[in-house]
């Protein structure tokens, strides 16, 4: 049974540090792997997919990289600004078109 | 596109009494999810849908938990009778079946039980 975990569930830095925010994944045979944003009260907002053949992938200050055969994934955020407070979660699709979930990294960037 | 769109944005009802959640996918996303999320168990799939078919429906907790989906553009997620322990925030999410594509949300019913 796939088992996604994120350390550490919270995170607090000053703004303009950058955020680096880690994902753990038990079985590797994955098919790719998504990395979500949600504020307070709101749904889940898609950031980034990486394919299973896809080392990293990119969009504007975020970076996601995947190394599946350790079974992680990092998500960069440059440069934190306060209004990237909220909690970010990664899921992995495996067989079945599943997509499991995280416990998400709840961020704090202090102005 | 208007995204995913779900209602009712809350919900709060008595115990006992019978619950709808309804979900509209995005136009042209042919695979629908159904995701519970608590604070304890974080979000939980509970069902899912490709071209209207019930693929997996072995995350419903109880019988009590029915789901269906009628047609391409909606989605009901039934609980009859309604426990407290049911309180939560239930998301529909939507995307293109293939294993390369992004799933999208909606913003969730927050359901209470009381």
């Known amino acids: 049974k796939q088992e996604v975990t994120q350390i550490p569930a919270a995170l607090s830095v000053p703004e303009g540090e950058n955020l680096v925010l880690n994902c753990s994944f038990t079985?590797?045979?994955?098919?790719?792997l998504q990395w979500f944003r949600q504020d307070p009260g709101k749904g889940l907002t898609s950031l980034l997919l990486?394919?299973?053949?896809?080392r990293e992938q990119t969009s504007g200050r975020l970076n996601a990289s995947l190394d599946k055969s350790s079974g992680r994934s990092t998500l960069y955020i440059a440069a934190s600004q306060p209004g990237d407070s909220a909690t970010y979660l990664c899921?992995?699709?495996?067989?079945?078109?599943?997509?499991?979930f995280g416990g998400g990294t709840r961020v704090l960037v202090k102005p | 596109d208007a995204g995913v769109i779900q209602s009712p944005r809350h919900e709060v009802t008595e115990m006992g009494q019978e619950v709808t959640l309804r979900c509209k996918p995005i136009?042209?996303?042919?695979?629908l999810f159904w995701y519970r999320q608590t604070m304890m168990r974080g979000l939980e799939l509970l069902i899912y849908?490709?071209?209207?078919?019930?693929?997996?429906d072995s995350g419903m907790p109880e019988d009590r938990f029915s789901a269906k989906m009628p047609n391409a553009s909606f989605s009901t997620l039934k609980i009859q009778p309604s426990e407290p322990r049911d309180s939560a925030v239930y998301f529909c999410?939507?995307?293109?079946?293939?294993?390369?594509?992004?799933?999208?949300f909606g913003q969730g019913t927050r359901l209470t039980v009381v």
């Open positions: 999410a939507s995307r293109r079946q293939g294993a390369y594509t992004e799933a999208f």
């Open positions: 079985d590797s045979a994955i098919y790719n």
């Open positions: 990486i394919q299973s053949s896809q």
């Open positions: 899921a992995v699709e495996a067989a079945g078109n599943k997509l499991t």
């Open positions: 136009s042209g996303h042919n695979s």
């Open positions: 849908f490709n071209n209207n078919v019930p693929i997996d």
